[in-house]
């Protein structure tokens, strides 16, 4: 499965998502997951996950295809182990990644992993749109700001990818110092629906979320048992959940309480409908 983190634009946490579902996911399956870089202008996953800047990504992977010398072998040279279940590719700088390029890529990847999350960097970059148009799931965020939802909604950049659309609104605040926000879950729900978008997922603001580079802490704060029970990673789980149920994926379940189940069985009955959350076809 492929799973592309989105957004219209920067600062809305898409390398921390990546991040923190690979540990997520990694978790859930038992298994490898690898995340892929195409944000060369910005290279924040390897700044957040790496200890030495050897980089090993994308290029590797180019500069062996064009050669003739890609194999399942030299193909593990192109990626970085991060944790045991950890890895990434860091995004290509030097060469220019062509569309039929991408299908070996896939295969390779596929070959390797059952999960790959893509960090991508907006639809007018080549090797991320082509990545897009070929991943399984789209996990779209945007911030709890009124104008950027309605003018994500007015652009519609994922108007073609309905089908595969999770939105989710990330950094979610219900109060501040004891305030209540004006742009609130229900308003935002609301708001949402009205446009032809349901149910979305909700990631709430919290504070330990660092990204601190060489020290994992990013990573750190997603696979430490400690942090499970915070909202904001309970509810970033059942996102993982629900994208792998989507997918056929088996997982390991945890103790959740009857309201989560109840939301993955309401969206494998959307699946069936062949409908996602986050959309509703209006
Ligand atoms: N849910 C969250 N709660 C608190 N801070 C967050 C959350 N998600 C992301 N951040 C922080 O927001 C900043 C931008 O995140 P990043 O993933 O680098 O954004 P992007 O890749 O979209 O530019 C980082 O400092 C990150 O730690
Ligand atoms: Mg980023």
Known sequence: ?????ASPRHGNGQTITAVNMSAVI??????????????????????YLSRSTVTKGLDNFYSLYRSGFLSRATFKTCVKRITDNI????????SEIEPEDIDVLIEYLQNFYKVIIID????????SKSLINKSDNIVALLPQTK?????????????????????????????????????????IKKDLKELGYEN????????DLKNE????????YALGNINKKRPYMEHLTDLCECLLSSSGIGFTKREKSQNVIDRVKGYLS?????????????
């Open 213 to 220: 580079c060489d020290s994992n802490a990013a990573l750190n």
């Open 87 to 94: 890895d990434i590719m860091s995004s290509n700088l030097c």
């Open 120 to 127: 991508t960097s907006g639809f007018y970059n080549g090797i």
């Open 200 to 207: 979305p997922f909700f990631l709430e603001y919290d504070i």
């Open 26 to 47: 990694s978790d859930l399956i038992e298994s490898e997951v690898i995340v892929v870089d195409t944000n060369k202008t910005c290279l924040d996953l390897e700044y």
């Open 147 to 187: 104008n950027v939802i309605m003018q994500f909604i007015d652009n519609n950049p994922y108007q073609g990818y309905k089908d595969k659309l999770s939105v989710v609104i990330n950094k979610y605040m219900n109060d501040y110092e004891g305030k209540k926000l004006s742009y609130t879950e229900q308003e």
């Open 270 to 282: 959307l699946m069936q409908d062949n409908r996602r959350v986050g959309f509703n076809d209006k």
């Open 1 to 5: 499965m492929i799973i592309s983190v």
